[in-house]
């Protein structure tokens, strides 16, 4: 597997609260990404990052917020956690443009009570 | 926004039966990658598929996509209980090589 390393694994906070979740790599991959899995929607792309500093949005990227000040930590905060945002998340890295495979982290499952 | 459907969503076979998952999507596809899930685990690749027609095989697995590029399908032979888990369709857009994934088929297989 690449070495790829979120945390927390799981986690369980309350509505309104934010909570940040770390994907850390050492593959040194430009490339990392943060996916939400929900049932009946297989994987979505919240948000991703092309390099230090550079990141865009993805398809459900409301109530989402990311950084990367290092090439090998990708952080993704929910500003203010709600029910809707109870899902397994993973990590992803990718080490260049074009036809490229993914790798995934083991996923943290997020659980807003 | 595109939309892949993947069929069926769920499927349960005998070990040893064969097993194809399809993946279908409503504009022309630039490529179509596969990943397997194993319960409680992660997405892992599987294969890549770039050309029109383009068929490729591993072991038991056979791949394919379409002659329009709109479909892709996965076929395994003779079932095993390793191949439990979801499979995954994905297209691979952009420098970014952002996925979009289509929504999955669950295989369980049992004796």
């Known amino acids: 597997d690449a070495g790829i390393t979120q945390s927390p694994r799981h986690k369980v906070t309350e509505t309104g609260t934010p909570v940040t979740l770390r994907c850390h790599q050492t593959e040194n991959h430009r490339y990392m990404y943060w996916y939400r899995q929900d049932p009946g929607h297989g994987l979505r792309l919240i948000h991703y990052s092309y390099g230090v500093k550079d990141t865009d949005k993805g398809e459900v990227s409301d109530g989402y917020s990311v950084s990367r000040s290092k090439t090998e930590d990708f952080l993704l905060t929910l500003e203010s956690a709600t029910s809707s945002q109870t899902s397994v998340y993973f990590c992803a890295i990718s080490p260049g443009t074009g036809n490229t495979e993914a790798f995934f982290g083991q996923g943290t499952r997020l659980t807003v009570v | 926004g595109q939309q892949v459907m993947q069929i069926p969503q769920y499927q349960h076979v005998q070990e040893g039966e064969d097993f194809t998952t399809y993946c279908n999507s409503s504009?022309?596809?630039?490529?179509i990658q596969w990943y397997k899930q194993r319960p409680g685990g992660h997405p892992v690749f599987l294969i890549q598929l770039v050309k029109s027609g383009e068929v490729k095989k591993q072991k038991r697995l056979t791949f394919q996509f379409g002659e329009a590029k709109k479909n892709s399908s996965l076929h395994i032979t003779a079932t095993q209980t390793t191949d439990v888990g979801t499979y995954f369709c994905?297209?691979?857009?952009?420098?970014?090589?952002?996925?979009?994934f289509g929504t999955g088929t669950r295989l369980q297989v049992t004796l």
């Open positions: 504009t022309t596809l630039s490529n």
């Open positions: 994905a297209e691979n857009t952009g420098t970014a090589s952002k996925l979009t």
